[in-house]
């Protein structure tokens, strides 16, 4: 039998295409092509970072078996994902989910195009997954709201993925992600207030709390701690100071090892902004490889206190840095993030 995972990831990845130079689609004569999904971005980014500890982190999905899903899987393992429990699909007419990205400068705004209906995940049945088998001494179990969103068989899924999790000791993170295009904000509503007793760490920014779970408070997140019996609430912050500059930052609310509720904040940071998409996705790479990993370098052990503001800091750091790099990836490495939490500097690398 393999060892645990350090992490599983559950959700669709699609190809992204996007035309270069700021083109519109409509005129478009080259497309610059790159893999991309939440939950794929995150389990990359802790597999880039932890790679020298060894983390082991596994992506769960679904794809069709032609050229586009052996594209997808093939990037996954290039940057150290296990593959292992993708499903695959067969059938002459299954299709990979790709979305179209046109990016713009203001006053036009960037806009994604999906075309995802009726892909391989989409037709996911919930059985196709053993989850006891794949979560059985897992860390943390990773699915974000897009993932139900995809069809009802991905909703299901998602379902028994957390439950499982739950019940073999791990910890369940969710981020509600609403994507509008995906279903209204109703039917997200009902199916995240479902879904939250299953969760142990809730990334999610005060709209979001109020917005999706009811909390119309001046400190949603420790009203969230408290109601939902939550171990953190995480998020990242953003001031746009213009389409292609911002400030970031993030913020953790966590009981520490007393059970005191205490807030956590790393420093903002100026972005010259490369490419906006997956920054939150880095965040949450970096956070949990933060609770995965300790200042010594080693692996911490599953009953030792989480260190949230080591898991704050990392976090931040990444979403940072993502903002520099082309593509959903976050492509870095852990002595890129230390450097930039410890001694960041601008000057060129020789």
Known sequence: MSDPFHLVSFGEAMV??????????????????????????????????????????????????????RYLAAKAREHGVLTDHIVWDDSPDARCGTYFLEEGGAPRASAVLYDRANSACARLQPEEIDWPAVVGGARFFLVTGITPAVSPGCLEATRRGMRAARAAGARVVFD???????????????????????????????EGLRTFYGLPSDAPAAEALSRFDLQAVIMTTRTELGMWRNRVGATVVARDAGGVVRTYTDRERE???????????????GFLFGLLTGPGGGVVAADAPPDWERATAYGGACAALKHTIRGDFPLLTAAEVRQEIEAPALRVQR
Do not use: H
């Not at 939440?38 to 970072?49: C, F, I, M």
């Open 176 to 206: 509600p992600n609403f994507r509008s295009k995906l279903w209204t904000a109703e039917q997200a509503r009902a199916v995240y207030q479902e879904l939250v007793p299953l969760v142990d760490i809730l990334s999610c920014p005060p």
């Open 271 to 285: 972005v010259e902004i490369v490419d906006r998409l997956g920054a939150g996705d880095a965040f949450l790479a």
């Open 16 to 69: 992204r295409l996007c035309p270069p130079g700021f083109g519109r689609l409509e005129v478009a004569t080259e497309l610059e092509m790159q893999p991309g999904g939440a939950e794929l971005n995150t389990a990359v980014g802790v597999a880039r970072l932890g790679a020298e500890q060894g983390l082991r982190a596994v992506w769960v999905s679904r794809l069709p078996r032609n050229p586009l899903g």
